[in-house]
C-alpha cells in the first residue's frame, strides 16, 4: 500500500486477512502490529475486512 502510494497508483484497495495480533498479546506486539496496519491504512482507499472480530478491533483502535 505505500509502495502504490508512492507510485501514485490512482485506486488503492487492500484486503485484511487477519490481523497478526489480538487484544490479548503484549502491549509491544500490538502496538507494532496496529501502528503498522494504521500507518498502512492511510495509504489505501478501501479496506476490506474477512474477520468480524478484525472489523470491530481496528474501529475501536479509529484504524480507518
Not at 27 to 40: D, M, Q, S
Amino acid at each position: 500500500r505505500i509502495a502504490a502510494k508512492i507510485a501514485r497508483v490512482p485506486v488503492i484497495i487492500n484486503t485484511v486477512h487477519g490481523l497478526y495480533a489480538t487484544p490479548e498479546d503484549r502491549l509491544v506486539r500490538r502496538v507494532a502490529v496496529y501502528g503498522a496496519e494504521r500507518i498502512a491504512a492511510t495509504c489505501s482507499d478501501r479496506e476490506l475486512v474477512q474477520n468480524v472480530e478484525d472489523i470491530a478491533t481496528l474501529r475501536s483502535l479509529r484504524i480507518p
